[in-house]
């Protein structure tokens, strides 16, 4: 090992030599270094506003390059991550007209290209994602925009620094959706002419970095906003080069030969050997889980007996053994930091139970169809973990079979839900529970009920009906905290998935690299890192 | 000849267009909603439609097939779905990756295979021919790919010698095969691509020189008591024809087939593009890729036939 | 020759114009029995192979472990341990079970689309060789649409765009073979048909279908069946190929080209044990090909 390392250490150092002398010339000062990032991402997100490639998009290009009115708190690890003042430095729903929302803009923030913020620049942004009459209107970015804009009904301007937003129902939690929705510089498309492609290569936005170098499907190299509005968050590295790798072993691969220095989920196969190269890893708990999804309108699952059947039939500690310690088992939909979680009924693995349950239902053996993709954002291991899942459910009465696809098929059945896949049972999507709307919300009411939202199992009961409207129309944060409470109670007691586990988001740091904070979210604040040498 | 360089390129004129219909039709076959990378799960019917209508992907098929080939017949091969960049922009881009690796794998694998094969085919029988033949079929038996994951194994994993994969510090931008730390990334890649070339090449030279030998001319040269080095030159001179016949196909047949050796080592070629616009449905990128790989290939195999044609004057009349 | 590159030479000429009448077919192939049993490597490589089929067929009695049952306890563990000959794989299943067991799609997946392809392609060839000029330029020039795309690329689009499988797997490799076997059936039919012992037939009123069974058939049988003898080898790679890109057959299936994918991402715990899958590809693909090699060898013989 001694030698290996010895060997490792010469070949990092050599590349970082190398590295050096190619990227940071003379003035390359004390602290920064580059950071390299390897991302799981197949291409390199879309930089012209609201990205592609998932969450991951939004973390390394949205949220450096750009900004939304409303931010995330990356800023702790040992605390749930909540929404903090973005470019908007409060909001709040007008009194009298509960589906009015007023923002007051930042003041003195500047564009990249030097432009002042303002309440025009909003205006003219919500245009280039809807209005399909302005000229700012963007076909790609309205439809990456979709699901953020369900609520959005109309913008009007104030005064310079506030605007209004007009929602089409009653929500309260209206302020967590802008937070994805990201604003760019209209003095830079007006320069460009609107040439959507040209504004991707030099981007505008008002976020902690600019982009430097881009070259597509390839890399894309940012450096410090030296002039960014938050002066806590000028990043300290020099520079931050992201690199897709989607491959897992090739992003081991390329941090062991000192290619990267930052590699997002390293293979928990390959944990091991990376400890033993010295590389530090860390993982926190995040609002994400790997459940089933289930089909209440045809089939077992039907039956609220089956479904608590199957979530006594799993033992979670096995799954997290099988991921190397990289996930925690997964009760309840929430994980148990999230601030909503309260006291929710737990199936903690009892074989007899569920075997008894499914023959009080009378289904034995229980024939089910489940989809599941061979690879996926979010999807963690699916064949392994689903091998495992199979030979637990089959241990108690189930008798599953699996169809097995890729993820863009399983994302078309997740889109068109149960009336066009009526037979399948259940099927294995990954969830990002960041925002309590998704989180709860979308998963059982009836006006998310698929194909035009994610109830994709058309999902119905009194009480959880009830709770999500509540919850819609309460404005005061601490009643509100307890009606979502009240609903992932709910939610446990319906059993209205299969739960499995939440997801830990391992990451893989060389030696070399400091200050990284992993927050308990989606999203990280990359800016605080610095490379040595 | 200029008639027969005008007859095979009419002659590949229908073959083009043929290729085209199959590229177009090919992703329709394709489950799944081309734009479901655009949307999210849940976006609403109306602006599904929306999206739909914007791309073009709401009219009938054969409509959709001949606007695009109209515009392809003026270089507008669309723009790619994911990414709003131009297809001819990402496939060109691409192309000079791949070419990158063929343009390094074709030579080599052409010497080593013309020498071995030279010898081979010098002693029918004996026991080096047998060597090297084995060898040969050694080489076309492969699975390159394998090869391709048993290198990392050895030099970036065991001993970690040389880099896994992608191209390097400044990714293709600025790659410059001539300094080492840029080229480091090309030898792995650049030896497994040689691989099956090497035996292919090694087989039909074999097989060239041995047929040469048994010409006339050859045993008139021997009878006229010529060296058996200068007999040896005046065959290998004649058997280089051919084997540079299948060093031209393979150089077709390595631009479109290297998907596999480009994704052991995420080499951002144009094989690359073309499993990752499979697996995102970006059909326009996916249509133009295929497209272009296959006119590539009509056109070596035009080229090749047509060179063989001025060389050997037998096939003129053929 | 491009579609195939692996294959290598192309069929012999002398096969085109051998023109020999049906009377004779018996004792050419007495010779080739005798050629064959003469070439020691042949049989020895025949005999590998006939044993991969055995291996194959018996698979279920040959696994010392049921190839997908696993313990994640026992994931990714070395050679010899607890019984496990070469070790377990990601999920803790035998690595030598999956292997033998994946024999099976392995010589299906270069067996299955090599015959498909032989009928179907024999049989268009046979007619565009046979039927008149129109007919012929028709399937001709469709066979040279496919014929313009390589070998690898064609599978991948056919396969990919049909979303894999092991079915989609098959039909891609089906219609990447077909156009070489039309094109060498037809130039087999167009060689005899002009040949005067069929104008002879012709002239005594025997219906087209007698013609070709009498007296084609055994002309373009011999090349067809030569040529696709080496393409077995040539499936077995591309169809392993395929499935390790992901589009060839689905998990959990046993399968030498997927287990080598799936194994990939462990190179880092077990590098060496994630190599023994590609061995195998290799292993049958080259007894293939010297077996095709040698069938060759002993047919090839002017009579």
Known sequence: ?533 | MLTLVGRRILYAIPIAIGVSIVCFSLVYLAPGDPLQLLLPPDAPADAVAMIKHAYGFDRPIPVQYVLWLWRVLHGDFGVSIATRRPVLLEVSGSLYNTCMLTLFAVPIAFVIGYSFGAIAGCFPGKWIDRVVTGTAVMGVSLPNYWVGIVLVIAFSVEIIALPATGMGRGGSAGFNPLVWADAQYMILPVITLAMVPIGILARSTRAAVAEVQGLDFVTTLRAKGLSESAVIRHVLKNAMAPVLAVMGLQFGYLMGGSILIETVFTWPGSGFLLSKSIINRDIPVLQGAILVLAMIFVATNLCVDLLQAMIDPRIRRA | MSLTQTAGTAIPAAWNDDGAPSVRVRTYWQSVGVRLRRDEVTLAFGAIVLAIVLVAIFAPALAPFDPYKGSIVGRLKPFGWRGHPLGTDELGRDLLSRLIYGARSSLLMGLVPVVVAMLTGGTLGVIAGFAGKRVNTVIMRMMDVFYAFPSVLLAVAISGAMGGGMLNGMIALSLVFIPALCRIAETATAQVRTLEYIEAARATGAGALTIIRHHVLGNVLGPVFIYASSLVSVAILLASGLSFLGLGIKPPTADWGLMLSTLRDSIYVNPWICALPGAAIFVTSICFNLLSDGIRAAMDVRL
Request: with cysteine.
């Open chain 1, 1 to 533: 090992m001694t030698l290996r390392n010895g060997r490792l250490g010469r070949a990092l150092s050599l590349a970082t030599a190398i590295t050096a002398s190619a990227l940071i010339p003379a003035q390359a000062n004390a602290g920064g270094g580059t950071l390299t990032v390897a991302m799981t991402a197949g291409d390199i997100p879309v930089t012209a506003g609201t990205p592609d490639q998932g969450f991951e998009g939004l973390r390394f290009v949205g949220f450096s390059i750009y900004d939304a009115l409303v931010r995330w708190d990356l800023s702790h690890s040992d605390k749930p991550s909540d929404i903090v003042p973005g470019l908007a430095t409060s909001w709040d729903i007008d009194p009298v007209n509960h589906k009015r929302w007023i923002f007051h803009l930042r003041d003195g923030v500047k564009w990249h290209d030097g432009c002042p913020f303002s309440a025009d620049d909003v205006i003219w942004n919500f245009g280039r994602m809807n209005d399909q009459k302005s000229p700012q209107f963007y076909t790609q970015q309205y439809a990456f925009n979709r699901g953020y804009m369900t609520n959005f009904d109309s913008i009007e301007k104030i005064d310079d620094h506030t605007v209004a937003i007009n929602t089409k129902f009653v929500e309260s939690l209206f302020p967590y959706t802008m937070s994805y929705v990201v604003m760019v510089s209209k003095c830079r498309a007006e320069t460009l002419k609107y040439d959507w492609q040209a504004f991707a290569s030099t981007p505008s936005g008002t976020g902690p970095y600019r982009v430097d170098r881009f070259v597509p499907h390839e890399r894309l190299e940012l450096v410090p906003n030296k002039d960014y509005w938050d002066k806590n968050r000028i990043p300290k590295q020099d520079r931050m080069v992201l690199l897709p790798m989607p491959e897992a072993s090739t992003r081991v691969a390329a941090l062991l030969s000192g290619q990267v220095n930052f590699v997002e989920a390293p293979p928990p196969d390959a944990i091991p050997r990376l400890k033993g190269a010295g590389m530090q890893i860390v993982m926190n708990t995040y609002p994400h889980n790997w459940p089933y999804i289930l089909n209440f309108v045809h089939g077992p699952f039907t039956d609220e007996r089956v479904r608590k059947a199957a979530n006594y039939a799993l033992n979670r500690d096995d799954f997290v053994d099988l991921l190397g310690g990289t996930a925690i088992p997964d009760y309840a939909t929430m994980p148990p930091t999230t601030p909503y979680y309260g006291h929710p009924k737990l199936y903690k693995y009892d074989a007899e139970r569920a075997a008894a349950l499914l023959k009080e239902a009378g289904c034995l053996p229980c024939n089910i169809t489940l989809a599941m993709s061979t690879s996926g954002s979010g999807q963690m291991q699916p064949l392994p973990m689903n091998e495992l899942l199979k030979s637990q459910l089959e241990a108690v009465g189930f008798k599953v079979d699996f169809k097995v696809m890729d993820w863009n098929s399983l994302i078309e059945i997740g889109r068109s839900g149960v009336v066009k896949y009526e037979n399948i049972d259940g099927y294995n999507g990954s969830r990002a529970l960041l925002d309590p709307v998704s989180a709860l919300i979308k998963p059982v009411a009836k006006a998310y009920w698929s194909p035009a939202g994610s109830n994709w199992g058309h999902f119905y009961s009194d009480d959880t009906e009830q709770t999500a409207q509540a919850i819609l129309t309460e404005f005061d944060p601490d009643k509100r905290l307890a009606l979502l409470t009240k609903l992932h109670e709910e939610e446990s007691a319906h059993a209205v998935m299969i739960w499995v586990v939440h997801d830990l988001n391992p990451r893989a740091l060389s030696p070399k690299v400091h200050g990284f904070v992993q927050s308990q979210n989606w999203f990280q604040d990359m800016t605080p890192i610095t490379v040595d040498p």
